[in-house]
T-cell receptor, first 116, second 117 residues
Framework: DAGITQSPRHKVTETGTPVTLRCHQT?????MYWYRQDPGHGLRLIHY???????DKGEVSDGYSVSRSKTEDFLLTLESATSSQTSVYFC???????????????FGPGTRLTVL | AQKITQTQPGMFVQEKEAVTLDCTYDTSDPSYGLFWYKQPSSGEMIFLIY??????QNATEGRYSLNFQKARKSANLVISASQLGDSAMYFC??????????????FGSGTKLNVKP
């Protein structure tokens, strides 16, 4: 299994507070992704990174920012959490060279975030 | 337009029977890959099977097979001899672009499979 951890695994916070979720990988994969999973929507891409300090927006990026200062860490920040951001957040990694066969994504265990 | 469509929100199957989970995709890129992931109630995403757009034969992995119909843009997952442990959410996903490039991935909304004893 790919070495991907997410922290925290569970968090309850209040509307308006900032929240940072961390994704850490030990696989040296180049690309990293943040998704949110909501019933009826599957996984939707929030932001992704194709290298250190290189990030871009996905389809549901409003209200989120990211940073990647090291290959192994990808941070997702909710600047001012809202109830609509209650979700399960997954980090994923991929690398077309290191995962040579399919270039599939490997997923972290997820973070369940509740915004009250 | 949706890149990946899964039209079956939920399905039931009797233990030991086969079941087909539907997936259609939309892309104009000639290079792409199709994936199926399983998500049990514990929440982790488990990779099941892969089909490349240039693969001539349907992919198989144990009890899983992928019925790839390129002209119809469908990539249905077939699970043979269902087991109780197959009860889970199943996601179809597409990697758009060549395998050696950076790619975005698109996911369907999922199908919840329940296997009945």
């Amino acid at each position: 299994d790919a070495g991907i951890t997410q922290s925290p695994r569970h968090k309850v916070t209040e509307t308006g507070t900032p929240v940072t979720l961390r994704c850490h990988q030990t696989e040296n994969h180049r690309y990293m992704y943040w998704y949110r999973q909501d019933p009826g929507h599957g996984l939707r891409l929030i932001h992704y990174s194709y290298g250190v300090k290189d990030t871009d927006k996905g389809e549901v990026s409003d209200g989120y920012s990211v940073s990647r200062s090291k290959t192994e860490d990808f941070l997702l920040t909710l600047e001012s959490a809202t109830s609509s951001q209650t979700s399960v957040y997954f980090c994923a990694i991929s690398d077309p060279i290191l995962a040579a066969s399919y270039n599939e994504q490997f997923f972290g265990p997820g973070t369940r975030l509740t915004v009250l | 337009a949706q890149k990946i469509t899964q039209t079956q929100p939920g399905m039931f199957v009797q233990e030991k029977e086969a079941v087909t989970l539907d997936c259609t995709y939309d892309t104009s890129d000639p290079s792409y890959g199709l994936f199926w992931y399983k998500q049990p109630s514990s929440g982790e995403m488990i990779f099941l099977i892969y089909q490349g757009s240039y693969d001539q034969q349907n992919a198989t992995e144990g009890r899983y097979s992928l019925n790839f119909q390129k002209a119809r843009k469908s990539a249905n997952l077939v699970i043979s001899a269902s087991q109780l442990g197959d009860s889970a959410m199943y996601f179809c996903a597409m990697r758009e672009g060549a395998v050696y490039n950076f790619n975005k991935f698109y996911f369907g909304s999922g199908t919840k499979l329940n296997v009945k004893p």
